[in-house]
């Protein structure tokens, strides 16, 4: 799944005037205190971390990668269950109390796939990916062909158009062009948002069937050699994946919002929200180069262009293509390994660690990369209990399946268990893909001062400076070209100012969403990567231990740095006196994301009235060519008066509260935190469920199972996260009314987690 992105800071200045105003109130703030922990459990952590490093062993991880993409893994093989027992028997042997939990969730296989070209210059789709010299498990049988699961199944015969990445904005662009989709295939190219978009999007528009390409320019040649040479896609290769409608709900689409037990009511399946009509293919760019070539009509815009060998035309094409999607549609398990270890004082506080397990085919990047690296966690502290350490905190690891077609396995038990999470869970810790370079880390903000301190201290395989250091060079670097992105501009300054690197919020893409956006879980998501070339061979039978061994990560060090980093946040959550969370850091990165609220109405003003005044100049006529018609944009309606000024207030307050908050908790730490077990209990409690406080039960508009009002998947990008999603979606789709009601929902909410963390700056003060 997608590898995370760091996000901006909106004034580097309101960044530094938040610290040094926590710092100023007459309480020394010492940043470089291991946050929650008492001095003198400091030093004991850091042996503890040091010991768990030193079980750590990379060669374990490539034996267990080696075994579990020895096979196809994908839900419903035997190889994935033969894993999950697999990692049973390691974890029980390691000193785990653990089991399976299996669902039984809807999982549609191809029984029949098949793609033609007619009229004069017919062509068959091969549809398949052929093995590859050196590539010892490409000629394996037992992989499922090249599908869109949750796709339709269908028979249907129609001229094919060129939609580009099938995106809103490409459809506007054909309706200015007079190219309609309704009755036709269309053939778009993988990128420029969530996969499930693209038939989504063409299924709305009408059209009867849409097939998905990765054309060479986004992961192929363009991009750097590819395999068996380089690492990227070659001709053959082909991108599988979901196209549920996971903007409606991740999970199994028989079961939203409840876990898919053997008993559990299933709605029918005409009557599952994120079920497509139409049929979907994913294709390689050897099997999409006729269908492109067959094109005519209007050239296709230069952005719309890849790098084919080919005039990019957008269509119709002249000959019909006939497309056949058939499948078995019944239900299959899904295994999820839980593994425990109470804590000896905490016990219902649980820290989680999750990763999937189940690959597209042998998923050696994706996902077993992260999950060995889960694994040699879970055998280091198996050992550490050994020598007789116990967690104060309960920990809680998890093999995900599922997780390819839906996300299904996490979210499917995160719905089972919700009540007891929303109670118990105080952190979930996800990874999945990992490759070589630069940590990535997204996640609750209340976690930003934890994973930088815990990166100052893990040491980058290759450079030898500190993962963090590495990192905030990297920011600098890519920050600093000219044409770079605003947000790295951004955080190029502020890893130039020496400050906390910022973590990126999370959209989905991954297991994290069910305890996220859907039951408020303090989350964080982790991975390296920059530096490995794996994403020409993404959801591909290429995605191979012999791939990985040559591109990903060849010596296993950077899966020794992710169980460091992970391992190092789990045991400083296991074992801390007060939980290391800072909400400082949130109500500091929320002031960004309402400003940016600020800028988004202002720049969505200005490009309204410049559109409207080109319209009244009848630019777009005189700008278009007479001998190709060009017809001008649909006028967008006016803006009217937007009050964020909820907003504003609910977040001006929460900072006064949130510095309130540090200043108590900085006076408890230097004093040695001195708290009953009782006040610890009840204040690690509190401070383990104020994320839920920024979830609404009423949930986002027209999606109730996204109950978190500041993170969410975009309705129209499925991975890139919308942040304060409810105003800033309305905003952007130019629904006013909503975005002005929901700046109010968002205050009132914003209001109740400012009264929480009140109420917790009273339980540490010392006169309570
Ligand atoms: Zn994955």
């Given at each position: 799944?997608?590898?995370?992105?760091?996000?901006?800071?909106?004034?580097l200045?309101?960044?530094?005037?938040?610290?040094?105003?926590?710092?100023?109130?007459?309480?020394?703030?010492?940043?470089?205190?291991?946050?929650?922990?008492?001095?003198?459990?400091?030093?004991?952590?850091?042996?503890?971390?040091?010991?768990?490093?030193?079980?750590?062993?990379?060669?374990?991880?490539?034996?267990?990668?080696?075994?579990?993409?020895?096979?196809?893994?994908?839900?419903?093989?035997?190889?994935?269950?033969?894993?999950?027992?697999f990692?049973?028997?390691?974890?029980?042997?390691w000193?785990?109390?653990?089991?399976?939990?299996?669902?039984?969730?809807?999982?549609?296989?191809?029984?029949?796939?098949?793609?033609?070209?007619?009229?004069?210059?017919?062509?068959?789709?091969?549809?398949?990916?052929?093995?590859?010299?050196?590539?010892?498990?490409?000629?394996l049988?037992?992989?499922?062909?090249?599908?869109?699961?949750y796709?339709?199944?269908?028979?249907?015969?129609?001229?094919?158009?060129?939609?580009?990445?099938?995106?809103?904005?490409?459809?506007?662009?054909?309706?200015?062009r007079?190219?309609?989709?309704?009755?036709?295939?269309?053939?778009?190219?993988?990128?420029?948002?969530?996969?499930?978009?693209?038939?989504k999007?063409?299924?709305?528009?009408?059209?009867?069937?849409?097939?998905?390409?990765?054309?060479?320019?986004?992961?192929?040649?363009?991009?750097?050699?590819?395999?068996?040479?380089?690492g990227?896609?070659?001709?053959?290769?082909?991108?599988?994946?979901?196209?549920?409608?996971?903007?409606q709900?991740?999970?199994?689409?028989?079961?939203?919002?409840?876990?898919?037990?053997?008993?559990?009511?299933?709605?029918?399946?005409?009557?599952?929200?994120?079920?497509?009509?139409?049929?979907v293919?994913?294709?390689?760019?050897?099997?999409a180069?006729?269908?492109?070539?067959?094109?005519?009509?209007?050239?296709?815009?230069?952005?719309?262009?890849?790098?084919?060998?080919?005039?990019?035309?957008?269509?119709?094409?002249?000959?019909?293509?006939?497309?056949?999607?058939?499948?078995?549609?019944?239900?299959?398990?899904?295994?999820?390994?839980?593994?425990?270890?109470?804590?000896?004082?905490?016990?219902?506080?649980?820290?989680?660690?999750?990763?999937?397990?189940?690959?597209?085919?042998?998923?050696?990047?994706?996902?077993?990369?992260?999950?060995?690296?889960l694994?040699?966690?879970?055998?280091?502290?198996?050992?550490?209990?050994?020598?007789?350490?116990?967690?104060?905190?309960?920990?809680?690891?998890?093999?995900?399946?599922?997780?390819?077609?839906?996300?299904?396995?996490?979210?499917?038990?995160?719905?089972?268990?919700?009540?007891?999470?929303?109670?118990?869970?105080?952190?979930?810790?996800?990874?999945?893909?990992?490759?070589?370079?630069?940590?990535g880390?997204?996640?609750?903000?209340?976690?930003?001062?934890l994973?930088?301190?815990?990166?100052?201290?893990?040491?980058?395989?290759?450079?030898?400076?500190?993962?963090?250091?590495?990192?905030?060079?990297?920011?600098?670097?890519?920050?600093?070209?000219?044409?770079?992105?605003?947000d790295?501009?951004?955080?190029?300054?502020?890893?130039?100012?020496?400050?906390?690197?910022?973590?990126?919020?999370?959209?989905?893409?991954?297991?994290?969403s069910?305890?996220?956006?859907?039951?408020?879980?303090?989350?964080?998501?982790?991975?390296?990567?920059?530096?490995?070339?794996?994403?020409?061979?993404?959801?591909?039978?290429?995605?191979?231990?012999?791939?990985?061994?040559?591109?990903?990560?060849?010596?296993?060090?950077?899966?020794?740095?992710?169980?460091?980093?992970?391992?190092?946040?789990?045991?400083?959550?296991?074992?801390?006196?007060?939980?290391?969370?800072?909400?400082?850091?949130?109500s500091?990165?929320?002031?960004?994301?309402?400003?940016?609220?600020?800028?988004?109405?202002?720049?969505?003003?200005?490009?309204?009235?410049?559109?409207?005044?080109?319209?009244?100049?009848?630019?777009?006529?005189?700008?278009?060519?007479?001998?190709?018609?060009?017809?001008?944009?649909?006028?967008?309606?006016?803006?009217?008066?937007?009050?964020?000024?909820?907003?504003?207030?609910?977040?001006?307050?929460?900072?006064?509260?949130?510095?309130?908050?540090?200043?108590?908790?900085?006076?408890?730490?230097?004093?040695?935190?001195?708290?009953?077990?009782?006040?610890q209990?009840?204040?690690?409690?509190?401070?383990?469920?104020?994320e839920?406080?920024?979830?609404?039960?009423?949930?986002?508009?027209?999606?109730?199972?996204?109950?978190?009002?500041?993170?969410?998947?975009?309705?129209?990008?499925?991975?890139?996260?919308?942040?304060?999603?409810?105003?800033?979606?309305?905003?952007?789709?130019?629904?006013?009314?909503?975005?002005?009601?929901?700046?109010?929902?968002?205050?009132?909410?914003?209001d109740?987690?400012?009264a929480?963390?009140?109420?917790?700056?009273?339980?540490?003060?010392?006169?309570s």
């Open positions: 799944m997608p590898l995370n992105k760091i996000r901006p800071l909106l004034t200045a309101c960044m530094i005037a938040t610290c040094t105003a926590a710092a100023g109130s007459n309480v020394t703030h010492d940043d470089q205190a291991m946050l929650g922990f008492a001095p003198a459990n400091a030093a004991t952590q850091v042996s503890l971390e040091q010991r768990f490093d030193a079980q750590l062993d990379p060669a374990d991880q490539r034996r267990w990668m080696k075994q579990m993409s020895s096979e196809p893994n994908q839900v419903g093989s035997p190889h994935d269950k033969a894993n999950a027992e990692m049973l028997k390691k974890f029980r042997e000193g785990w109390d653990a089991h399976i939990e299996t669902f039984s969730v809807l999982y549609p296989t191809p029984k029949k796939v098949a793609l033609e070209l007619l009229g004069p210059h017919p062509f068959t789709a091969m549809l398949h990916e052929p093995p590859i010299p050196g590539d010892a498990t490409s000629d049988p037992g992989a499922l062909p090249p599908y869109n699961v796709g339709g199944d269908g028979d249907v015969t129609a001229e094919l158009v060129y939609v580009n990445q099938g995106m809103p904005d490409d459809y506007k662009e054909l309706a200015r007079g190219i309609d989709v309704r009755g036709k295939i269309v053939i778009t190219r993988y990128g420029g948002g969530w996969r499930g978009l693209k038939p999007l063409a299924q709305e528009h009408g059209a009867v069937g849409c097939l998905i390409y990765s054309d060479p320019h986004d992961d192929g040649y363009a991009q750097g050699d590819a395999y068996p040479k380089g990227w896609r070659p001709a053959e290769g082909v991108q599988r994946g979901s196209v549920a409608d996971m903007q709900y991740p999970g199994d689409p028989l079961t939203p919002g409840i876990g898919s037990t053997p008993g559990a009511k299933r709605l029918a399946i005409k009557d599952a929200k994120t079920l497509l009509k139409i049929p293919l994913p294709i390689s760019y050897a099997d180069t006729p269908l492109l070539r067959s094109l005519s009509g209007p050239v296709a815009p230069a952005s719309w262009r890849g790098s084919l060998p080919l005039t990019y035309h957008v269509g119709p094409s002249a000959a019909k293509a006939h497309m056949t999607v058939l499948s078995d549609w019944s239900q299959k398990p899904v295994y999820d390994v839980i593994a425990t270890i109470k804590g000896a004082t905490a016990p219902d506080q649980w820290i989680i660690r999750g990763n999937h397990h189940d690959g597209w085919v042998f998923g050696a990047w994706d996902p077993l990369a992260g999950n060995v690296a694994l040699a966690e879970a055998k280091a502290i198996g050992a550490l209990v050994k020598q007789g350490w116990r967690p104060q905190r309960t920990l809680v690891y998890a093999s995900w399946d599922g997780e390819e077609p839906g996300l299904l396995g996490s979210t499917e038990w995160a719905e089972t268990h919700a009540k007891e999470l929303q109670a118990k869970a105080v952190l979930y810790v996800n990874s999945d893909t990992n490759g070589r370079g630069f940590l880390a997204g996640g609750s903000h209340s976690l930003q001062h994973v930088n301190q815990v990166a100052d201290g893990v040491t980058d395989p290759e450079t030898h400076v500190s993962v963090g250091e590495r990192l905030r060079a990297h920011m600098m670097v890519e920050g600093s070209g000219k044409d770079a992105r605003p790295a501009k951004v955080n190029a300054k502020l890893a130039a100012a020496g400050g906390d690197l910022p973590i990126e919020a999370l959209g989905s893409g991954s297991d994290y069910a305890f996220l956006e859907h039951l408020g879980i303090t989350t964080l998501d982790l991975g390296f990567g920059g530096e490995d070339d794996n994403g020409g061979i993404y959801h591909s039978r290429y995605d191979s231990f012999d791939h990985y061994i040559r591109f990903g990560d060849p010596t296993f060090e950077y899966g020794v740095a992710l169980s460091k980093v992970a391992g190092h946040i789990v045991l400083r959550m296991a074992d801390a006196n007060l939980l290391p969370l800072r909400f400082g850091d949130f500091n990165t929320l002031d960004r994301y309402v400003g940016e609220l600020h800028q988004l109405v202002d720049s969505t003003r200005k490009a309204t009235a410049q559109q409207h005044r080109l319209l009244d100049m009848h630019a777009y006529a005189l700008d278009a060519d007479p001998t190709r018609p060009l017809a001008p944009p649909a006028r967008e309606s006016d803006v009217p008066a937007i009050d964020l000024a909820p907003l504003d207030q609910a977040a001006k307050q929460l900072d006064k509260s949130a510095q309130a908050f540090q200043a108590a908790y900085a006076r408890r730490a230097a004093a040695g935190f001195q708290l009953s077990a009782t006040q209990e009840q204040i690690n409690q509190q401070m383990g469920h104020m839920q406080a920024l979830t609404d039960a009423a949930g986002l508009p027209g999606r109730p199972w996204f109950k978190h009002f500041i993170y969410a998947p975009g309705m129209l990008t499925g991975y890139g996260v919308k942040t304060v999603p409810g105003v800033r979606e309305a905003i952007e789709a130019r629904r006013w009314d909503e975005a002005n009601r929901y700046a109010a929902i968002t205050a009132k909410v914003l109740g987690y400012r929480q963390l009140d109420r917790l700056t009273a339980m540490l003060n010392p006169s």
